[in-house]
């Protein structure tokens, strides 16, 4: 299938393509950020809500293999909706995630209050990265232009991302998966590690947004934080053409590879 998951009530089949760079058995956490994102965007609300936060925990590396959905509403409000969506493999749950979202209602702002440029190249003035299809099935679905730096090399880049395939099969992506499927590859965008000599997986994923993106590219403006205790932080602020409207944060588990 030309999507990376076919969803059939609850029951979800994964392709290949969601595969990551650490393994070729577990899936790129972009994947089922996504497919999280897509389900609680499916949970029908009171009034028209936009997706504000996605907090995500990849409890279990997830497995290429058939996944099951569960949903729940844990706060319905005038305002506001909390709820809550759980990945199972087998039975085992394998992620956990906490969507919050927030009523749609046009504010008619002060002059001064705008949104923050990007005064890095667009992505078409940007250089291309390419080659990260051989590494990571899930990676060779999306097209990288790097602004700053480069991809998975060290220092704080900032990275263009497209989405080129669908995620959900029948499906349209949204504004608010594009801005998680980008985030996941924070750690890559600002790696403080060389990828060859060391391992920096993360365990979790939370993306704010102060609006939905507009378009389809998504810019990480990133960098990292490594401490000396096995523990990092990545962590970039998402941009459109139009500036920035939102902040991931990623805590990474860090670890030498074996000689």
Same mark, same amino acid.
């Given at each position: 299938?030309?999507?990376?998951?076919?969803?059939?009530?609850?029951?979800?089949?994964?392709?290949?393509?969601?595969?990551?760079?650490?393994?070729?058995?577990?899936?790129?956490?972009?994947?089922?950020?996504?497919?999280?994102?897509?389900?609680?965007?499916?949970?029908?609300?009171?009034?028209?809500?936009?997706?504000?936060?996605?907090?995500?925990?990849?409890?279990?590396?997830?497995?290429?293999?058939?996944?099951?959905?569960?949903?729940?509403?844990?706060?319905?409000?005038?305002?506001?909706?909390?709820?809550?969506?759980?990945?199972?493999?087998?039975?085992?749950?394998?992620?956990?995630?906490?969507?919050?979202?927030?009523?749609?209602?046009?504010?008619?702002?002060?002059?001064?209050?705008?949104?923050?440029?990007?005064?890095?190249?667009?992505?078409?003035?940007?250089?291309?990265?390419?080659?990260?299809?051989?590494?990571?099935?899930?990676?060779?679905?999306?097209?990288?232009?790097?602004?700053?730096?480069?991809?998975?090399?060290?220092?704080?880049?900032?990275?263009?991302?497209?989405?080129?395939?669908?995620?959900?099969?029948?499906?349209?992506?949204?504004? #608010?998966?594009?801005? $998680?499927?980008? @985030?996941?590859?924070?750690? %890559?965008?600002?790696?403080? *590690? =060389?990828?060859?000599? !060391?391992?920096?997986?993360? #365990?979790?994923?939370? $993306?704010?947004? @102060?609006?939905?993106?507009? %378009?389809?590219?998504?810019? *990480? =403006?990133?960098?990292? !934080?490594?401490?000396?205790?096995?523990?990092?932080?990545?962590?970039?602020?998402?941009?459109?053409?139009?500036?920035?409207?939102?902040?991931?944060?990623?805590?990474?588990?860090?670890?030498?590879?074996?000689?």
């Amino acid at each position: 299938m030309s999507a990376i998951y076919r969803v059939d009530g609850n029951s979800v089949v994964t392709s290949p393509s969601a595969a990551g760079p650490w393994d070729r058995r577990m899936q790129h956490g972009s994947a089922p950020s996504a497919l999280v994102t897509w389900a609680a965007e499916r949970i029908p609300t009171p009034v028209p809500m936009n997706i504000a936060r996605v907090t995500i925990d990849l409890m279990r590396p997830v497995p290429v293999a058939p996944l099951t959905i569960e949903t729940e509403v844990l706060r319905e409000g005038r305002k506001i909706q909390l709820c809550e969506v759980k990945l199972f493999s087998d039975d085992v749950q394998v992620v956990g995630a906490i969507v919050l979202k927030i009523k749609q209602q046009a504010q008619p702002l002060p002059d001064d209050v705008q949104d923050l440029p990007v005064t890095l190249p667009s992505p078409e003035d940007s250089l291309v990265e390419d080659g990260h299809g051989a590494t990571s099935p899930f990676a060779g679905m999306v097209s990288m232009r790097a602004a700053r730096g480069r991809f998975g090399q060290a220092g704080a880049g900032a990275i263009w991302f497209r989405l080129d395939h669908p995620l959900v099969e029948g499906e349209a992506v949204s504004q #608010a998966m594009r801005a $998680v499927v980008a @985030a996941d590859f924070s750690n %890559g965008t600002a790696s403080t *590690l =060389d990828f060859r000599a !060391w391992t920096y997986i993360n #365990a979790d994923l939370t $993306v704010n947004l @102060a609006r939905q993106p507009v %378009g389809d590219w998504i810019l *990480l =403006d990133g960098e990292s !934080w490594i401490g000396p205790d096995g523990a990092g932080l990545a962590m970039s602020r998402l941009a459109d053409r139009q500036g920035y409207f939102g902040r991931a944060i990623q805590s990474l588990v860090i670890e030498k590879r074996s000689e």
